[in-house]
């Protein structure tokens, strides 16, 4: 269906009206049309507009379009690739055992394949939620590509959960597959990008940017908001795979009219990244490819997000619409609900109310899942929802006082008994209530040093009465104090809302275990991206 003029334009108005911040630069492209809204300064301290020219890192949408050089070398091999007796898929696949020689020994190690770097199903934990706080990083901290990142995957001595059965977000996943793809090819990312994405594309000013402590010139990212004031955002990590790469709105318009045109042809490798994922069961998986699968106005979009210390950014494609959303932040506004608003206002659509108001008491409280050893919190929200918090918070809709479900997830509690499947995940959680009336037992418990041998990690509890502290000693340093909060039956939430990337995991679970003599001789710590980390005492 055709947009008028005025509607496209509202629906982006509304975006700069509710999403202010420093600066903005939003698209819509629909069947051929294009409209731009651009608002704010790239630069608020030398006063320099935004501009659809201003490039910005996109992050994480970085991901699909390795994925696309990736799929475009397997059709259309480099001469290092060709001089092989081998096929390109099998020369890539040895790669992968060579850039991770410890596969062999680590229980399920041997059935990762390249598919489930690109589905986020390998198991490997976050190696950003790992760097702060396990390994000792402080969020300003630099963190290089050539010493650090590989040291990280030296590092990968467990998966948290068998390969193909689960996703769990893992930047790591795509950092592999970029020094794969480079390896194998003979040509560096950026060079394989410029060639097979970029310039195919007409992306006329895109380029890879691996360090975030040099974005191109005026663009600048913000912390803060209008309350507290906007600071320059400090970035000084690399990446290269996970992200890295710069682009103006402009680029990001070629980008999606590329994608367009490729999607007409079903034999395109566009098409062919867009298939409908699954998990090893059988059962619908929504990522893969480095691209999300969502719906926004009852409508199937494609699509990723990004997010760096200041600065939030997501595409939206429609196929059936021949439509696409682009929303580009230098600050930390939602960008991810910024483009489905758009999509929901083109197609005036409002969310259908719920059907029940009131959510039953047992939805208060905290629930441990013993198979994860993750804290899951619940409470009622606004009417006819509640919030359930395991990976940052979230909203579900009631479907009866002791029922709710969203396009994420479907939750219900029974007494002492919270149950969540997690949809997109493919993660059954089933946590039992924690007493939480009882005192803190005494300080004195908790406060020793703890090893973790599959983290490299040395985790450091002090504290006095009822408040304790918690710090981690890694290979990247000695990382800062956290605080630490008691919930109950000897479980800890620590809080780690800053990391190197951004956002950072937030809470992580601390679950101290205790001898026959009650005596704690061990904590498992984690967090959804990198679960189930035992620590023992030795001090």
């Given at each position: 269906m055709?947009?008028?003029?005025?509607?496209?334009?509202?629906?982006?108005?509304s975006?700069?009206?509710?999403?202010?911040?420093?600066?903005?630069?939003?698209?819509?492209?629909?069947?051929?049309?294009?409209?731009?809204?651009?608002?704010?300064f790239?630069?608020?301290e030398?006063?320099?507009?935004?501009?659809?020219?201003?490039?910005?890192?996109?992050?994480?949408?970085?991901?699909?379009m390795?994925?696309l050089?990736?799929?475009?070398?397997?059709r259309?091999?480099?001469?290092?690739m060709?001089?092989?007796?081998?096929?390109?898929k099998?020369?890539?696949?040895?790669?992968?055992?060579?850039?991770?020689?410890?596969?062999?020994?680590i229980?399920?190690?041997?059935?990762l394949?390249?598919?489930?770097?690109?589905?986020?199903?390998?198991?490997?934990?976050?190696?950003?939620?790992m760097?702060?706080?396990?390994?000792g990083?402080?969020?300003?901290?630099p963190?290089?590509?050539?010493?650090?990142?590989?040291?990280?995957?030296?590092?990968?001595?467990?998966?948290?959960f068998?390969?193909?059965?689960?996703?769990?977000?893992?930047?790591?996943?795509?950092?592999?597959?970029?020094r794969?793809?480079?390896?194998?090819?003979?040509?560096?990312?950026?060079?394989?990008?410029?060639e097979r994405?970029f310039?195919?594309?007409?992306?006329?000013?895109?380029?890879?940017?691996p360090?975030?402590?040099?974005?191109?010139?005026?663009?600048?990212?913000?912390?803060g908001?209008?309350?507290?004031?906007y600071?320059p955002?400090?970035?000084?990590?690399?990446?290269?795979?996970?992200?890295?790469?710069?682009?103006?709105?402009?680029d990001?318009?070629?980008?999606?009219q590329?994608?367009?045109e490729s999607?007409?042809?079903?034999?395109?490798?566009y098409?062919?990244?867009?298939?409908?994922?699954?998990?090893?069961?059988?059962?619908?998986?929504?990522?893969?490819y480095?691209?999300?699968?969502?719906?926004?106005?009852?409508?199937?979009?494609?699509?990723?997000?990004?997010?760096?210390?200041?600065f939030?950014?997501?595409?939206l494609?429609?196929?059936?619409?021949?439509?696409s959303?682009?929303?580009?932040?230098?600050?930390?506004?939602?960008?991810g609900?910024?483009?489905e608003s758009?999509?929901?206002?083109?197609?005036?659509?409002?969310?259908?109310?719920?059907s029940?108001?009131?959510?039953?008491?047992?939805?208060?409280?905290?629930?441990?899942?013993?198979?994860?050893?993750?804290?899951?919190?619940?409470?009622?929200?606004?009417?006819?929802?509640?919030?359930?918090t395991?990976?940052g918070?979230?909203?579900?809709?009631?479907?009866?006082?002791?029922q709710?479900?969203?396009?994420?997830?479907?939750?219900?509690?029974?007494?002492?008994?919270?149950?969540i499947?997690?949809?997109?995940?493919?993660?059954?959680?089933?946590?039992?209530?924690i007493?939480?009336?009882a005192?803190?037992?005494?300080?004195?418990?908790?406060?020793?040093?703890?090893?973790?041998?599959?983290?490299?990690?040395?985790?450091?509890?002090?504290?006095?009465?009822t408040?304790?502290?918690?710090?981690?000693?890694?290979?990247?340093g000695?990382?800062?104090?956290?605080?630490?909060?008691?919930?109950?039956?000897?479980?800890f939430?620590?809080?780690?809302?800053?990391?190197?990337?951004a956002?950072?995991?937030?809470?992580?679970?601390?679950?101290?275990?205790?001898?026959?003599?009650?005596?704690?001789?061990?904590?498992?710590?984690?967090?959804?991206?990198?679960?189930?980390?035992?620590f023992?005492?030795?001090?």
């Open positions: 055709p947009f008028s003029t005025a509607d496209v334009e509202a629906a982006l108005r975006v700069e009206e509710k999403y202010r911040g420093p600066a903005g630069s939003v698209a819509v492209i629909h069947q051929g049309q294009i409209w731009r809204r651009v608002w704010g790239a630069d608020m030398k006063r320099i507009p935004m501009t659809s020219q201003v490039q910005l890192p996109i992050c994480s949408i970085s991901k699909q390795v994925c050089a990736l799929e475009d070398v397997i259309n091999p480099t001469p290092a060709k001089a092989r007796p081998i096929e390109p099998v020369q890539l696949a040895k790669e992968l055992v060579d850039i991770l020689p410890q596969l062999g020994e229980p399920g190690g041997r059935q394949t390249l598919s489930h770097l690109h589905s986020m199903q390998s198991g490997i934990r976050d190696y950003w939620a760097t702060s706080p396990l390994w990083a402080k969020p300003d901290d963190f290089s590509l050539t010493l650090d990142a590989p040291r990280a995957i030296q590092r990968t001595k467990s998966l948290h068998e390969p193909g059965t689960e996703t769990s977000y893992s930047n790591v996943n795509f950092y592999i597959l970029a794969i793809l480079e390896k194998v090819a003979g040509q560096s990312l950026g060079q394989l990008l410029t994405v310039i195919k594309a007409g992306m006329a000013t895109a380029s890879l940017c360090n975030t402590a040099g974005p191109p010139h005026p663009i600048v990212g913000y912390e908001d209008e309350k507290h004031g600071i955002a400090v970035n000084r990590i690399e990446w290269c795979g996970d992200a890295g790469i710069v682009a103006s709105l402009e990001m318009i070629a980008y999606e590329w994608l367009h999607w007409k042809d079903e034999g395109s490798i098409r062919h990244v867009t298939q409908p994922p699954t998990f090893k069961d059988g059962s619908p998986a929504y990522y893969s480095g691209l999300g699968h969502g719906e926004a106005a009852a409508k199937q979009w494609i699509g990723h997000g990004g997010a760096l210390r200041g939030r950014l997501q595409r494609h429609v196929p059936a619409e021949n439509l959303a682009v929303v580009l932040f230098n600050h930390e506004g939602d960008s609900s910024a483009a758009i999509v929901k206002k083109l197609f005036k659509f409002d969310e259908p109310a719920g029940v108001n009131t959510a039953a008491p047992e939805w208060t409280g905290s629930f441990l899942d013993e198979e994860t050893q993750l804290l899951i919190r619940a409470k009622p929200g606004d009417a006819g929802e509640v919030a359930i395991y990976f918070e979230e909203k579900a809709k009631l479907t009866s006082t002791t709710a479900e969203s396009r994420q997830l479907r939750a219900s509690v029974d007494k002492d008994q919270i149950q499947d997690r949809l997109r995940e493919n993660k059954k959680l089933r946590g039992r209530r007493d939480e009336t005192d803190m037992p005494p300080s004195s418990d908790y406060v020793a040093i703890y090893q973790s041998a599959d983290a490299d990690s040395t985790f450091i509890c002090n504290g006095t009465s408040l304790m502290y918690g710090a981690f000693n890694g290979y990247l000695k990382g800062p104090i956290h605080l630490m909060k008691y919930v109950g039956e000897d479980i939430i620590l809080s780690a809302p800053r990391g190197l990337d956002p950072a995991p937030g809470d992580w679970t601390v679950v101290f275990h205790r001898d026959g003599d009650g005596k704690v001789v061990g904590a498992t710590v984690g967090c959804q991206l990198a679960r189930k980390l035992k023992e005492r030795i001090a």
